[in-house]
């Protein structure tokens, strides 16, 4: 065998051993890839699905403590359809399925789709353990199919509470449709799915429609016959899925699932559900792993075959350089010559060198001590002429104005910090106007964006009322905002106040040129979640600031005006009130 043929044999063997290699850590750099990716989509997931729930979860408090549910169900002659009608609000605000009421033998006395030919009005659902749980003073959050529809939901109830004594429940159903729409916005990847699984291994909600209502374990005769005694899945009995499972880490697992009618491989993350105990898995896809390695083995034989062509090509170099130093021993006494004559020469331009280098030296520091000093010679005939003119009077005046301006500055500061500071409810006397002030100095950005002009209000400023500065500066802001916003596309954008005083009490109006406010809202402004803009906010401004006045023995109102325009009242005392 030839050299040339052994040194081929040698280069192609290193390729393929490096080509395994190249495979193999190429494989477990995309496999370890996908592990992360699992795990920081399911902690996502699981993070989108709680913080959703958790947000229904709150709304049944909300109704079970509203007197007029309270009213209705002590007697329900009175305001039944008020009832229907502030279900159908509180479904609309939140986005839920429906909100309905039950009564203590489990069957329906409110529902919000009151008005549709599938209504719940009359339903029962006694069976339901969001019921009867709920019925003994427990707060539940239970997934369950839809008795008429056989739609996936899940279901958040509460007990509605008077005098100690349960009186009614409060359900809210939420489609899980929903999620699983929305959860297209957490990921756009086409190799990646995922599931959310009950204790009892069904999957209740998956990107693939073919894994819901489906069992990851083989479901024993009593599990069978524990989930028809639930009746959570009706009449359906979950089909056990083309499932296996193999544990990589505390909850990263190696999974292969029929997907398509082919068994597919993936890498899953999980992560819990506390609020409905379900756990959220993510699967990315490595079915096709080993052959995502190809492209990179073609790119690393092409840098191999261009690094072996490089090598080849530097070793014929060095050959032909090795025949030059054979040459190189032929000519070397007449190169011994010729240097002796060179190194005569190379000292005469040496000491040349020298001599034209001491010349550009002396030239360069010659410039460089001259442009200092001529520029500190002009910096003394100013600052002489300066002095001579003795204008300090102007300077004195800018320096006021600076610092009044700094001053200006640290009040605005300081107030904003003060407005941000979390703290209990402490009332004391606060001068009215300090606070209107205050308040209307932090709300300035938005006065000004929206072009709205103020009528100073002649508040007397030992005028004190007994509130909490920080939360009544709260209101104030919260009820000038809302009204610079409702007159930013009026012609006329004035904002004024006026104040009246009688029997120890104070009125503070707050007046507006906007529209107003419409008939039908004048008497739902301040319900939680009720809220009258479109684009943005949850309708709770108004009903805390109410909750704010209410706690320092105050009122909060609201009404048109009859020249247009709407008109906020806060009516405070001016000190404690005896008790």
């Not at 370890?32 to 990716?37: G, L, N, T």
């Amino acid at each position: 065998m030839s050299s040339l043929s052994k040194k081929l044999v040698g280069a192609v063997a290193l390729l393929v051993c490096l080509l395994v290699l190249v495979f193999y850590f190429g494989r477990q750099h995309d496999f370890d890839k996908a592990k992360q990716q699992s795990a920081v989509q399911a902690s996502q997931l699981s993070h989108y699905f709680s913080s959703e729930l958790a947000r229904f979860a709150t709304i049944p408090s909300l109704v079970s403590a509203n007197n007029l549910v309270k009213s209705f169900v002590s007697n329900k002659k009175v305001g039944e359809q008020a009832v229907n009608y502030y279900l159908e609000d509180i479904q609309r605000a939140s986005g839920a399925s429906d909100v309905y009421l039950m009564d203590l033998t489990g069957s329906v006395i409110a529902s919000s789709n009151w008005q549709v030919d599938y209504t719940f009005l009359g339903s029962n659902f006694a069976f339901r353990p969001y019921f009867y749980l709920a019925k003994n003073k427990q707060k539940v959050a239970y997934f369950a199919l839809g008795m008429r529809s056989s739609e996936r939901g899940f279901y958040f109830s509460e007990p509605v509470i008077e005098d100690g004594k349960v009186i009614a429940v409060v359900s809210l159903k939420v489609n899980a449709k929903k999620f699983e729409q929305d959860r297209q916005l957490l990921n756009t990847s086409q190799s990646t799915h995922f599931y959310i699984s009950l204790p009892d291994s069904v999957i209740v909600m998956s990107d693939v429609a073919s894994w819901r209502l489906t069992s990851l374990n083989k479901l024993s005769e009593q599990d069978m016959v524990n989930l028809i005694d639930s009746r959570r899945y009706l009449s359906h009995i979950p089909e056990r899925l083309a499932y296996s499972g193999q544990a990589l880490s505390e909850n990263v697992a190696l999974q292969r699932i029929m997907l398509n009618d082919k068994r597919a491989s993936f890498v899953a993350a999980s992560q819990n559900i506390d609020i409905i105990q379900a756990r959220a898995t993510v699967l990315v896809d490595i079915s096709h792993l080993s052959a995502a390695q190809i492209p990179r083995l073609l790119w690393f034989c092409l840098f191999y075959v261009v690094v072996a062509a490089l090598i080849h090509m530097s070793m014929v170099r060095f050959a032909g350089y090795k025949k030059l130093l054979f040459s190189r021993h032929s000519l070397e006494q007449e190169v011994i010559e010729r240097t002796q004559a060179l190194e005569k020469a190379q000292k005469a331009l040496i000491q040349t060198a020298k001599l034209a280098t001491i010349g550009q030296l002396s030239a360069g520091i010659n410039h460089e001590i001259n442009q200092p000093l001529s520029a500190m010679n002009t910096y003394l005939v100013s600052a002489k002429r300066l002095l001579i003119k003795g204008d300090i009077a102007r300077a004195s005046e800018n320096l006021v104005l600076v610092q009044s301006l700094i001053e200006r500055v640290h009040k605005i500061v300081a107030q904003l910090k003060h407005f941000s500071k979390p703290s209990q409810t402490q009332l004391r006397q606060h001068s009215l106007a300090q606070m209107l002030k205050n308040a209307l100095m932090i709300a300035s950005a938005q006065l000004k964006q929206d072009a709205v002009t103020i009528k100073s209000a002649a508040i007397d400023e030992h005028i004190s009322v007994w509130v909490d500065s920080v939360k009544f500066e709260q209101v104030l802001v919260n009820v000038i905002t809302n009204a610079s916003q409702a007159m930013s596309e009026c012609e006329q954008r004035e904002l004024s106040f006026e104040l009246e005083l009688f029997d120890n009490r104070v009125k503070l109006s707050i007046l507006d040129t906007g529209p107003g406010i419409d008939q039908h809202a004048l008497g739902n402004i301040f319900e939680p979640f009720y809220s009258t803009k479109t684009s943005n906010g949850l309708g709770l401004g108004l009903s805390i600031s109410r909750q704010i006045i209410d706690s320092f023995n105050g009122r909060l109102s609201a009404h048109n005006r009859p020249a247009g325009g709407a008109q906020f009242i806060i009516t405070l005392q001016t000190n404690k009130e005896t008790q």
